[in-house]
């Protein structure tokens, strides 16, 4: 008699999909389980009184979607849009609502496969954008790409707003 096979040990190990992205020189990825889909820039209409980040609201077949700049969110400095900036869709849930928000990025990259045993943990310092952030740091072809924890970049935007401040600056980093 065998013993039995437990098909959950070997799936854990199986490589996640990431989008990868582009966004001021530096490569980002998101889970792809959380990109519900990519568009063309453009079609955003601004909402007085948010924060700079929050760069308007799109009309998503007939859904209400706030669009964030990820750029002026991790304090880079914002630039026009181009050729290749698209609003990259997510769905997640923030604090147990479902949420479809919109993310501004210089260009897609690629989704591309990291295993798990190419995550590095986020860096304690040296980071250009705030720690909590970042979910891990993936090696692909010998480079690092910074792994977003897309859940906590937009639930502490969202205290922000939430708690009414209108300096993006005040937020915690």
């Given at each position: 008699?065998?013993?039995?096979?437990?098909?959950?040990?070997?799936?854990?190990?199986?490589?996640?999909?990431?989008?990868?992205?582009?966004?001021?020189?530096?490569?980002?990825?998101?889970?792809?389980?959380?990109?519900?889909?990519?568009?063309?820039?453009?079609?955003?209409?601004?909402?007085?009184?948010m924060p700079p980040a929050i760069r308007g609201v799109i009309n998503l077949r007939g859904a209400v979607v706030p669009v964030l700049d990820l750029a002026l969110r991790f304090g880079k400095p914002a630039a026009e849009p181009t050729k290749r900036t698209c609003i990259v869709i997510v769905e997640l849930a923030l604090g147990g609502v479902h949420s479809v928000v919109g993310l501004v990025v210089d260009a897609v990259n690629a989704v591309q496969e990291i295993a798990p045993a190419d995550i590095e943990p986020p860096p304690a310092f040296g980071t250009a954008i705030a720690t909590p952030f970042i979910a891990g740091m993936g090696k692909v072809d010998g480079r690092f790409v910074i792994l977003l924890d897309i859940d906590q970049v937009l639930a502490i935007e969202g205290l922000g707003i939430a708690a009414g401040v209108e300096d993006e600056a005040a937020l915690p980093a």
């Open positions: 008699m065998t013993a039995p096979v437990h098909a959950a040990a070997p799936a854990a190990q199986d490589p996640a999909q990431y989008l990868s992205f582009v966004l001021r020189g530096e490569v980002y990825a998101i889970g792809i389980l959380a990109i519900k889909e990519i568009i063309e820039y453009g079609g955003l209409t601004a909402v007085p009184m």
